[in-house]
Nanobody
Framework: QVQLVESGGGSVQAGGSLRLSCVAS????????MGWFRQAPGKEREVVAV????????YYSDSVKGRFTISQDNAKNTVYLQMNSLIPEDTAMYYC??????????????????WGQGTQVTVSS
């Protein structure tokens, strides 16, 4: 089993920045895929950014390209999401996920078998 705990969410004004953290514990060695997803009220959960833990290959949704950066510190079993130039449309619950790469790029949601509880990000104008 893998446990994921997100932190770093909060309320900021448009143009501000936040850095989300996700600490993983448990059987993480075989989980070669980490990702961030978000879900706003009334919308489907969508991918924000993903990273191969060992290849360092990344993928970003078009809506966050150039503003968000996913990174990791494997020694700490931690993945980060640096969010800059935040806009109200970024308001959502953000979830950390871990999984195993299934062979397609970008990865499929079904590749992610473990999810955190989420951390709320609210951006006001």
């Amino acid at each position: 089993q893998v446990q994921l705990v997100e932190s770093g969410g909060g309320s900021v004004q448009a143009g501000g920045s936040l850095r989300l953290s996700c600490v993983a514990s448990g059987d993480t060695g075989s989980r070669n895929l980490m990702g961030w997803f978000r879900q706003a009220p009334g919308k489907e959960r969508e991918v924000v950014a993903v990273m191969g833990r060992y290849t360092r290959r990344t993928y970003y949704s078009d809506s966050v390209k150039g503003r968000f950066t996913i990174s990791q510190d494997n020694a700490k079993n931690t993945v980060y999401l640096q969010m800059n130039s935040l806009i109200p449309e970024d308001t959502a619950m953000y979830y950390c996920a871990a999984g195993r790469y299934g062979g397609t790029w970008p990865p499929l949601r079904s590749d992610f078998g473990y999810w955190g509880q989420g951390t709320q990000v609210t951006v006001s104008s």
